[in-house]
């Protein structure tokens, strides 16, 4: 079985204003990642509101639509823009992690990665922040709980900022193992290690800026991968920041793209393999697309 990529032309409509670093530009360079990997392509369909609302209230999403621009943008915080294409693609990213989650859970493929945007993670219960609208990573969790009828999923997020958003919108769900390692202090400001979830599920791991591949390392073998193995989670999914490259403008964890090789390797290790990947940060295009390259290499190495 092959990797399967889900991406639409739909994401080049979610234009930003200029010089933001959540661009169009980005799909480019993960194009250019995946580049000589075999992988079967598949369209990311339209996502249904019925999804969205599994994680945020339908007064929300109402919010959002409306406030779509008929041209230029429309701010929803100090860097969260909505261009007349935004809601669109918002969706299809929805709708992308739902199919990848729906292939995965019926066997089509052993991994799938997302190439969407924007991003999800940020987006909290009623708040659209850092680039990001939908929860979308979270949404595909529920989706494979609650649609599917599986009853333990883990989330990992190796953005280098915090998944604070995902955070909000899985704190009560009790079968939802949600892991974060991100630099701090570091936007959001939040992911400190006594925020724990309602049932304690939830597991944040701060890193040093600076403190690069090795500490990486080493809190993912002391902290992540125990709690991943004590879990038993029958789905993985991955929310795939790439900004913690040592290249990347918005902060500084030093890591390389052997990092990201080694880290997909590992987290291939759990849930018997079944792994769904989706797109978050990264803004250096080079370094975007070499983390790009190397992320989707394991898991089409792995879907074999």
């Known amino acids: 079985m092959q990797v399967l990529v889900f991406t639409h032309e739909a994401f080049r409509g979610h234009v930003t204003p200029p010089g933001h670093p959540e661009r169009?530009?980005?799909?480019?360079?993960?194009?250019?990642?995946?580049?000589g990997i075999p992988v079967e392509r598949r369209e990311c369909p339209p996502g249904e509101e019925a999804e969205v609302l599994r994680c945020h209230p339908s007064g929300y999403l109402a919010r959002v639509k409306a406030s779509v621009p008929r041209e230029g943008w429309a701010q929803l915080d100090g860097d969260t823009y909505l261009a007349p294409g935004s809601f669109e693609a918002a969706m299809r990213a929805v709708g992308g992690i739902c199919a990848a989650v729906d292939a995965v859970v019926a066997g089509?493929?052993?991994?799938?990665?997302?190439?969407?945007?924007p991003p999800g993670h940020h987006a909290e219960r009623e708040t659209a922040m850092g680039f990001c609208l939908f929860g979308t990573v979270a949404i595909g969790a529920k989706r494979a709980l609650d649609h599917h009828g599986l009853g333990r999923v883990a989330i990992v997020?190796?953005?280098?900022?915090?998944?604070?958003?995902?955070?909000?919108?899985?704190?009560?769900?009790?079968?939802?193992?949600?892991?974060?390692?991100?630099?701090?202090?570091?936007?959001?400001?939040?992911?400190?290690?006594?925020?724990?979830?309602?049932?304690?599920?939830?597991?944040?791991v701060p890193l040093r800026s600076g403190s690069g591949g090795r500490a990486l390392r080493e809190a993912y073998e002391r902290l992540v991968f125990p709690a991943l193995a004590e879990w038993k989670p029958e789905l993985l999914l991955v929310s795939a920041g790439f900004d913690a490259h040592a290249d990347d403008p918005l902060a500084g964890l030093e890591w390389q793209a052997e990092d990201y090789r080694w880290l997909t390797g590992r987290l291939c290790d759990f849930a018997g393999g079944r792994v769904v990947s989706s797109l978050e940060g990264g803004y250096d295009l080079e370094a975007l697309a070499a983390s790009v390259a190397a992320h989707v290499a394991v898991l089409e190495e792995r879907g074999r």
């Open 108 to 117: 089509e493929a052993k991994t799938a990665f997302v190439a969407g945007r």
């Open 157 to 204: 997020d190796f953005d280098v900022h915090h998944g604070n958003g995902t955070q909000d919108l899985m704190w009560d769900e009790g079968r939802c193992l949600f892991v974060s390692s991100h630099q701090m202090p570091l936007y959001p400001g939040t992911g400190r290690v006594e925020e724990r979830g309602a049932h304690g599920q939830v597991v944040n």
């Open 24 to 35: 169009v530009e980005r799909l480019a360079a993960v194009e250019q990642g995946l580049a």
